[in-house]
């Protein structure tokens, strides 16, 4: 923790002379005593610590200032790349997370009767370790999984602790997520990801992604420049998100069709043959194929699907081809085919092969291959590698498009099932409740022989766990450090901001090594988080010491990136793949084609449900924040809107309460009634319906979308469906 | 003497929140103290559709209603023109909130007394933030703060330029002025 002595003016000791002039009445109130105090100069001791924000997966920097132990302020740190000097909401919010009541401070065991008691960490490290044994040595490891959301120890330390048992099971949240967009991206253009260039554009379209709402700062800066350049923004959602305010047009697209919107201005390019086509020839493979393939699927024909008129389909692609090659379909990330539907896999796809029309691959203003550094290799005596596991991550022969590096978390449910899988681990992941539906999933997972659950609240996840772990909150730990990619790339660092505020919690660190050892795989765990962060700093010429020193953010300046670079395509092919083999293989077309959505809501009172975050909540993780469900509640956030026409063909009006129900699921909620949402669609907010009674802020506030959602998975690319929700509406008591 | 004011550009305003958590944070508030609130307003039909964010907070306006009607002179118009509250004097009447035109007052339930928008950029300089909590917060530069006397400064030539108005015209002489 780096100390700087700072003097602390209260802001009331400034105004204490004007105080003196008002207290005119004769006497001196407490108020304006307190006050001359404070400017009587009272000195405190202010330390400060760089950390990085939790509230979200962009880990954005900032300094937290600590008076008396406690955490006051907090400021984004300038140099972080994400940041760039300002917070969201969500993130000043999180950080009350340390102090929450609703905090977990001691392992809890599940009784007979199904209730949680206190245990030490020694009984719940070799009871665990047994039963870990036990299923080990009945059958394999492989019937041993994890799941995390990445964080930056995190995803080491769980990793390495699979690892050393032997097992390949190590899932992020992506099946939830954004696993079929980054596992399609692959297909066609050999990268899981890329960057819009939006600041520098003419023109950006953003397909189910609203800046303004999952907020990354720097992003939100960036689409303010953009708009200062003149660049021309479009918005494809079925909801109209709060980028508008930032935005040129919205497209109020039918939700799950966005594939037949880019397959359509696809077409408009090929067959006016405004498209790049030298890029083309040059870099790609299959393309005639594909041009033939998508011959009819023509802005008439998409109209009918998407709702979107012929006329604007044309417009957007014309303008696209005039603003190219500073023009791009910005990468998305869950928003509308991250996981969404049984074709987002084949938009991610879709959307690659429209940016190569474009001929906008590292272009200013265009799609951008950004650089990145990591770690070296690591003392190998200190940090001894682990042996890879022999198995194959499960789930891959099922859907052998799914990124690996991420794997298909929803599957497990049907291993446990089966029985193949019969320990799971789960390290800040709520997939009881985030991922699929939560009764399927309950249901699945108590078939197993262990459930553990490390996080720092009850979650939903933690009360089907047979053991419970509490977590250090990220404001109490030092972590590995977090490498950033961009135009210049950087490494960041999560540091230890106060002491912990519940003695008997642990840092994930800690919490996995110790695990490991009592699992008889301590071997590969002989060292402190704080020696692995500053020899893998040292790999890239810094130190911990260094880094901290720097103000948590160090840059590669050497590493920048330029435009126009030639890129090497890491497909199979060495080529972007219109026609991609693997796809075939996996019972797809090898060229994107439209593909239906698994459901469509037959009108009446049938509406499909579509999530989408809020600016003050990530996920489930958030709603148990005081700071920001106080605004869900006084400005009735968790409502679900619904199209104005609909609400009055149905009878209801703003405030209603309504009835939402399907097979799955029926719950009350109140409604928005509004312009700014496709007919078609029932926006359910994707952060309430808290079901665990140990989160007193958030409990039973709102529906929660994934009880409405039935189990399925994405055929090739095992995302988790989370859009393929077909629900009626009524007005409640009607 | 300065004469300090505001300025908020709705048509940046993206209705994030950051301002109203920001100030919690920064000025240590409860979480149901909310020195900002917001006002949001859906125009035209589907699918041209706009919608305008107002967010609004003491106005520290020069003709205060709160400060006339405060019993015990904790509400009240400092040297400085910012509008204060002398916790010490508050005994919890209400008559301020009551009378506030723009409902930006607000009751701290632990302490018994209302509270409302210091602009506290005026102390917050030594102990990290340079500029009132709201303004540093805002992700789109929404906000402005400065000294409506000086026509040297960002915020008196940027509401020259817009033609920024006090969100209610002059009813109060309120020292907010608003873009929309």
Same mark, same amino acid.
């Given at each position: 923790?780096?100390?700087?002595?700072?003097?602390?003016?209260?802001?009331?000791?400034?105004?204490?002379?004007?105080?003196?002039?008002?207290?005119?009445?004769?006497?001196?109130?407490?108020?304006?005593?307190?006050?001359?105090?404070?400017?009587?100069?009272?000195?405190?001791?202010?330390?400060?610590?760089?950390?990085?924000?939790?509230?979200?997966?962009?880990?954005?920097?900032?300094?937290?200032?600590?008076?008396?132990?406690?955490?006051?302020?907090?400021?984004?740190?300038?140099?972080?790349?994400?940041?760039?000097?300002?917070?969201?909401?969500?993130?000043?919010?999180?950080?009350?997370?340390?102090?929450?009541?609703?905090?977990?401070?001691?392992?809890?065991?599940?009784?007979?009767?199904?209730?949680?008691?206190?245990?030490?960490?020694?009984?719940?490290?070799?009871?665990?370790?047994?039963?870990?044994?036990?299923?080990?040595?009945?059958?394999?490891?492989?019937?041993?999984?994890?799941?995390?959301?990445?964080?930056?120890?995190?995803?080491?330390?769980?990793?390495?602790?699979?690892?050393?048992?032997?097992?390949?099971?190590?899932?992020?949240?992506?099946?939830?997520?954004?696993?079929?967009?980054?596992?399609?991206?692959?297909?066609?253009?050999?990268?899981?990801?890329?960057?819009?260039?939006?600041?520098?554009?003419?023109?950006?379209?953003?397909?189910?992604?609203?800046?303004?709402?999952?907020?990354?700062?720097?992003?939100?800066?960036?689409?303010?420049?953009?708009?200062?350049?003149?660049?021309?923004?479009?918005?494809?959602?079925?909801?109209?998100?709060?980028?508008?305010?930032?935005?040129?047009?919205?497209?109020?697209?039918?939700?799950?069709?966005?594939?037949?919107?880019?397959?359509?201005?696809?077409?408009?390019?090929?067959?006016?043959?405004?498209?790049?086509?030298?890029?083309?020839?040059?870099?790609?493979?299959?393309?005639?194929?594909?041009?033939?393939?998508?011959?009819?699927?023509?802005?008439?024909?998409?109209?009918?699907?998407?709702?979107?008129?012929?006329?604007?389909?044309?417009?957007?692609?014309?303008?696209?081809?005039?603003?190219?090659?500073?023009?791009?379909?910005?990468?998305?990330?869950?928003?509308?085919?991250?996981?969404?539907?049984?074709?987002?896999?084949?938009?991610?796809?879709?959307?690659?092969?429209?940016?190569?029309?474009?001929?906008?691959?590292?272009?200013?203003?265009?799609?951008?291959? %950004?650089?990145?550094?990591?770690?070296? #290799?690591?003392?190998?005596? +200190?940090? =001894? /590698? !682990?042996?890879?596991?022999?198995?194959? &991550?499960?789930?891959?022969?099922?859907?052998?498009?799914?990124?690996?590096?991420?794997?298909?978390?929803?599957?497990?449910?049907?291993?446990?099932?089966?029985?193949?899988?019969?320990?799971?681990?789960?390290?800040?992941?709520?997939?009881?409740?985030?991922?699929?539906?939560?009764?399927?999933?309950?249901?699945?997972?108590?078939?197993?022989?262990?459930?553990?659950?490390?996080?720092?609240?009850?979650?939903?996840?933690?009360?089907?766990?047979?053991?419970?772990?509490?977590?250090?909150?990220? %404001?109490?730990?030092?972590?590995?450090? #977090?490498?950033?990619?961009? +135009?210049? =790339? /950087? !490494?960041?660092?999560?540091?230890?901001? &106060?002491?912990?505020?519940?003695?008997?919690?642990?840092?994930?660190?800690?919490?996995?090594?110790?695990?490991?050892?009592?699992?008889?795989?301590?071997?590969?765990?002989?060292?402190?988080?704080?020696?692995?962060?500053?020899?893998?700093?040292?790999?890239?010429?810094?130190?911990?010491?260094?880094?901290?020193?720097?103000?948590?953010?160090?840059?590669?300046?050497?590493?920048?990136?330029?435009?126009?670079?030639?890129?090497?395509?890491?497909?199979?092919?060495?080529?972007?793949?219109?026609?991609?083999?693997?796809?075939?293989?996996?019972?797809?077309?090898?060229?994107?084609?439209?593909?239906?959505?698994?459901?469509?809501?037959?009108?009446?009172?049938?509406?499909?449900?579509?999530?989408?975050?809020?600016?003050?909540?990530?996920?489930?993780?958030?709603?148990?924040?005081?700071?920001?469900?106080?605004?869900?509640?006084?400005?009735?956030?968790?409502?679900?809107?619904?199209?104005?026409?609909?609400?009055?063909?149905?009878?209801?009006?703003?405030?209603?309460?309504?009835?939402?129900?399907?097979?799955?699921?029926?719950?009350?909620?109140?409604?928005?009634?509004?312009?700014?949402?496709?007919?078609?669609?029932?926006?359910?907010?994707?952060?309430?319906?808290?079901?665990?009674?140990?989160?007193?802020?958030?409990?039973?506030?709102?529906?929660?979308?994934?009880?409405?959602?039935?189990?399925?998975?994405?055929?090739?690319?095992?995302?988790?469906?989370?859009?393929?929700?077909?629900?009626?509406?009524?007005?409640?008591?009607? | 003497?300065?004469?300090?004011?505001?300025?908020?550009?709705?048509?940046?305003?993206?209705?994030?929140?950051?301002?109203?958590?920001?100030?919690?944070?920064?000025?240590?508030?409860?979480?149901?103290?909310?020195?900002?609130?917001?006002?949001?307003?859906?125009?035209?039909?589907?699918?041209?559709?706009?919608?305008?964010?107002?967010?609004?907070?003491?106005?520290?306006?020069?003709?205060?209603?709160?400060?006339?009607?405060?019993?015990?002179?904790?509400?009240?118009?400092?040297?400085?023109?910012?509008?204060?509250?002398?916790?010490?004097?508050?005994?919890?009447?209400?008559?301020?909130?009551?009378?506030?035109?723009?409902?930006?007052?607000?009751?701290?339930?632990?302490?018994?007394?209302?509270?409302?928008?210091?602009?506290?950029?005026?102390?917050?300089?030594?102990?990290?933030?340079?500029?009132?909590?709201?303004?540093?917060?805002?992700?789109?530069?929404?906000?402005?703060?400065?000294?409506?006397?000086?026509?040297?400064?960002?915020?008196?030539?940027?509401?020259?330029?817009?033609?920024?108005?006090?969100?209610?015209?002059?009813?109060?002489?309120?020292?907010?002025?608003?873009?929309?």
């Amino acid at each position: 923790m780096s100390e700087h002595a700072i003097t602390r003016r209260s802001f009331l000791a400034g105004s204490a002379g004007a105080v003196g002039l008002a207290a005119t009445a004769g006497y001196m109130g407490f108020g304006a005593w307190e006050q001359a105090h404070a400017a009587g100069g009272w000195r405190r001791e202010v330390t400060t610590a760089h950390s990085l924000c939790n509230s979200c997966s962009s880990k954005c920097g900032f300094t937290g200032y600590v008076e008396d132990g406690r955490l006051t302020k907090m400021i984004g740190d300038v140099d972080h790349p994400y940041c760039e000097g300002t917070l969201c909401a969500r993130g000043y919010g999180y950080a009350s997370i340390a102090y929450s009541e609703d905090r977990l401070t001691d392992p809890l065991k599940k009784n007979d009767k199904g209730e949680f008691e206190a245990i030490s960490w020694d009984q719940a490290y070799s009871e665990i370790a047994e039963k870990v044994k036990a299923i080990i040595s009945s059958n394999g490891p492989e019937a041993l999984a994890m799941v995390q959301d990445p964080r930056p120890s995190g995803s080491y330390y769980t990793k390495r602790f699979m690892q050393a048992l032997g097992s390949a099971n190590v899932y992020t949240h992506g099946a939830a997520c954004n696993l079929s967009k980054n596992s399609g991206f692959t297909q066609a253009i050999g990268a899981g990801d890329y960057a819009s260039d939006v600041a520098n554009s003419k023109m950006t379209m953003f397909i189910g992604r609203s800046y303004a709402d999952a907020i990354r700062p720097s992003s939100v800066h960036d689409l303010q420049r953009a708009r200062e350049n003149g660049a021309y923004i479009v918005l494809v959602d079925p909801r109209c998100n709060n980028t508008i305010t930032l935005a040129d047009e919205w497209v109020p697209i039918n939700p799950g069709t966005d594939l037949a919107l880019v397959l359509a201005m696809s077409n408009v390019l090929i067959k006016n043959g405004l498209y790049d086509k030298d890029f083309v020839a040059e870099n790609g493979i299959g393309f005639d194929e594909w041009a033939a393939a998508i011959a009819d699927h023509t802005p008439q024909w998409a109209e009918g699907i998407t709702g979107i008129p012929a006329s604007t389909i044309e417009r957007l692609a014309v303008r696209f081809a005039e603003c190219a090659p500073a023009a791009s379909i910005e990468p998305s990330w869950r928003g509308a085919f991250g996981c969404s539907y049984a074709n987002s896999g084949e938009t991610a796809r879709a959307i690659c092969l429209f940016n190569t029309l474009l001929g906008c691959w590292n272009q200013k203003g265009g799609a951008l291959f %950004l650089p990145s550094v990591s770690a070296g #290799e690591v003392d190998a005596e +200190k940090f =001894p /590698a !682990v042996p890879k596991p022999e198995g194959k &991550i499960l789930g891959s022969e099922e859907y052998p498009l799914a990124l690996s590096s991420m794997g298909v978390n929803v599957i497990l449910a049907d291993k446990a099932r089966e029985g193949a899988v019969k320990g799971l681990f789960f390290y800040n992941s709520n997939m009881a409740a985030g991922y699929a539906n939560p009764d399927y999933l309950a249901e699945s997972f108590s078939n197993l022989d262990l459930m553990v659950a490390i996080d720092v609240q009850m979650s939903e996840t933690c009360m089907l766990a047979d053991y419970v772990l509490p977590d250090t909150s990220y %404001l109490e730990r030092l972590e590995l450090p #977090e490498f950033v990619g961009g +135009k210049v =790339p /950087a !490494v960041t660092l999560r540091d230890r901001v &106060i002491e912990k505020v519940h003695p008997n919690t642990k840092p994930v660190d800690e919490i996995f090594s110790e695990l490991a050892e009592a699992c008889g795989v301590g071997e590969y765990f002989q060292f402190t988080v704080d020696e692995l962060a500053d020899a893998q700093l040292r790999t890239v010429g810094l130190s911990l010491e260094g880094l901290r020193q720097a103000g948590g953010t160090a840059r590669f300046p050497e590493k920048e990136y330029s435009y126009g670079a030639a890129v090497k395509w890491k497909t199979p092919t060495g080529k972007v793949q219109f026609s991609s083999e693997a796809c075939e293989k996996a019972g797809l077309s090898p060229v994107p084609v439209w593909v239906e959505p698994r459901t469509k809501p037959a009108g009446g009172n049938q509406f499909r449900v579509i999530g989408g975050k809020q600016a003050i909540h990530t996920h489930t993780q958030t709603a148990n924040i005081e700071p920001l469900m106080e605004i869900t509640k006084k400005y009735n956030l968790e409502r679900v809107w619904m199209n104005a026409d609909r609400a009055a063909q149905l009878g209801i009006a703003d405030g209603d309460e309504v009835e939402v129900s399907n097979e799955e699921h029926t719950g009350r909620v109140r409604v928005k009634v509004t312009q700014r949402i496709n007919p078609e669609a029932l926006y359910v907010p994707s952060h309430y319906g808290c079901t665990s009674p140990d989160q007193h802020t958030a409990y039973n506030i709102g529906l929660r979308q994934m009880d409405f959602v039935p189990f399925s998975i994405e055929p090739g690319y095992g995302g988790a469906c989370t859009q393929e929700a077909i629900v009626t509406v009524k007005k409640a008591g009607a | 003497m300065a004469r300090y004011g505001m300025l908020i550009n709705t048509k940046k305003c993206i209705g994030c929140y950051a301002c109203r958590v920001a100030c919690q944070r920064q000025n240590d508030l409860l979480p149901t103290e909310d020195f900002i609130r917001y006002e949001e307003k859906e125009t035209g039909t589907y699918p041209t559709v706009r919608v305008e964010t107002v967010p609004l907070q003491c106005m520290h306006c020069e003709d205060a209603p709160c400060a006339a009607v405060c019993p015990t002179g904790a509400a009240y118009i400092g040297a400085d023109g910012i509008v204060q509250v002398d916790h010490g004097r508050c005994i919890g009447c209400k008559y301020c909130m009551a009378a506030c035109p723009y409902q930006v007052r607000v009751f701290n339930e632990e302490t018994g007394t209302v509270d409302k928008c210091r602009f506290c950029t005026v102390s917050a300089e030594t102990s990290g933030t340079k500029m009132c909590s709201c303004v540093e917060a805002c992700l789109t530069g929404a906000r402005l703060f400065g000294d409506l006397d000086d026509p040297e400064s960002d915020i008196a030539q940027e509401i020259a330029a817009t033609n920024a108005q006090p969100i209610a015209g002059d009813l109060t002489k309120a020292k907010i002025f608003y873009v929309r």
